[in-house]
């Protein structure tokens, strides 16, 4: 993830955030994944923004981390607008899927996910519509539920590992979770042209992927 958000989301309270979706305060940005030819839209990355009154554009994912009830309620957010918005795009004609991101906090036991199914169908869609990012360091937190993970994967959503390579977990996990999509970690990408470790990194994490059958791609730096 880019550095253009610094620490200010950690200094505000999480009630503020609370009140801003209570509110619908927030709004999303959306970032295109590409086909290698064609210029065709593969799928869109949502990204929930915060025009905060003192701080400015602000990542609310970053803020209210340990509390559950702000996180869930951010996330029931985010999923609402995404299915709004993919209601009128396929009205429109398009047909590529939308990604969100949960974070470590969002696959603990004790969190609170959105109703997939309910969501889905009260727009007449599906899970195939959507996938669903998570990033690798959490395999290596003990409080990662990954029954989560297996959950949000049995309404038919796809499920993608990101930042992979940034941390240590273990192969053998990565190939026993419900997991269709590998991206390798920007930071190691943003290194490959002029350091040869980052370009060998790169290549490894890429043959995992198609070796486990995943569709493995490169995170885009200015993904943000």
Same mark, same amino acid.
């Given at each position: 993830m880019s550095n253009?958000? /610094?620490?200010?989301? !950690?200094?505000?309270?999480?009630?503020?955030? #609370?009140?801003?979706? @209570?509110?619908?305060?927030?709004?999303?940005v959306y970032s295109p994944v590409m086909a290698r030819t064609g210029y065709r839209i593969l799928c869109v990355h949502a990204q929930p923004r915060w025009s905060h009154p003192k701080f400015g554009l602000l990542d609310p994912?970053?803020?209210?981390?340990?509390?559950?009830?702000?996180? #869930?309620?951010?996330?029931?957010? =985010?999923?609402?607008?995404?299915?709004?918005?993919?209601?009128l795009w @396929?009205?429109?004609?398009?047909? !590529?899927?939308? #990604?969100?991101?949960?974070?470590?906090?969002?696959?603990?036991?004790? /969190?609170?996910l959105p109703?997939? /199914?309910?969501?889905?169908?009260?727009?007449s869609l599906t899970g =195939?519509?959507?996938?669903?990012? !998570?990033?690798e360091r959490a395999l290596a937190i003990p409080s990662t539920n990954l029954n989560r993970i297996r959950e949000v994967q049995a309404h038919g959503v796809?499920?993608?590992? =990101?930042?992979?390579?940034?941390?240590? /977990?273990?192969?053998?996990?990565l190939s026993s979770l419900p997991v269709s999509i590998l991206k390798v970690d920007e930071a190691i990408i943003s290194s490959m042209? =002029?350091?040869?470790?980052? @370009?060998?990194? #790169?290549?490894a994490c890429l043959d995992l992927g198609y070796d486990l059958g995943l569709a493995a791609m490169a995170e885009d730096p200015l993904y943000d």
């Open positions: 253009q958000f /610094s620490e200010r989301e !950690f200094r505000i309270d999480s009630r503020e955030l #609370a009140n801003a979706i @209570r509110d619908d305060a927030l709004s999303l994912t970053r803020v209210g981390e340990d509390q559950p009830e702000v996180r #869930a309620n951010l996330v029931g957010w =985010t999923l609402r607008q995404v299915l709004d918005d993919l209601v @396929r009205r429109q004609g398009h047909t !590529f899927r939308v #990604a969100l991101t949960l974070t470590p906090q969002d696959l603990k036991a004790e /969190s609170q109703d997939w /199914s309910a969501n889905l169908n009260r727009r =195939t519509d959507l996938v669903v990012e !998570f990033p796809t499920v993608a590992i =990101t930042q992979y390579g940034a941390s240590d /977990s273990a192969v053998h996990t042209p =002029t350091d040869e470790t980052s @370009r060998l990194m #790169a290549k």
